[in-house]
């Protein structure tokens, strides 16, 4: 049974900078396309950055240039580098597969950016 558990969320300045980690148990890890998503309030969750089965990346406008997406195959981690963060990265982030999900998300890992 697939278990995503995120973590390294907080608050942080404008500016700031944070690392998430997603830890992904039950799974043959290394054979799914791997994403973070988020979900700011009171709108729909957003994909923002990928990391496919060939190690390639991708990731939304809105945070290319500042994030950072990478995996551990041997530790099952996938994790989120977020440098130079503004205010509307405020967010609930998530992992999962994509493009489609294992069928449920974890808890997730608050972010939030206020000065």
């Known amino acids: 049974q697939v278990q995503l558990v995120e973590s390294g969320g907080g608050l942080v300045q404008p500016g700031g900078s944070l690392r998430l980690s997603c830890a992904v148990s039950?799974?043959?890890?290394?054979?799914?396309?791997m994403a973070w998503y988020r979900q700011a309030p009171g709108k729909e969750r957003e994909w923002v950055a990928v990391i496919l089965k060939t190690e390639n990346t991708a990731y939304a406008d809105s945070v290319k240039g500042r994030f950072t997406i990478s995996r551990d195959i041997a530790k099952k981690t996938v994790s989120l580098q977020m440098n130079s963060l503004k205010a509307e990265d405020t967010a609930v982030y998530y992992c999962?597969?994509?493009?489609?999900?294992?069928?449920?998300w974890g808890q997730g890992t608050q972010v939030t950016v206020s000065s």
């Open positions: 999962n597969k994509f493009p489609t999900d294992f069928g449920f």
């Open positions: 039950g799974s043959i890890f290394s054979i799914y396309n």
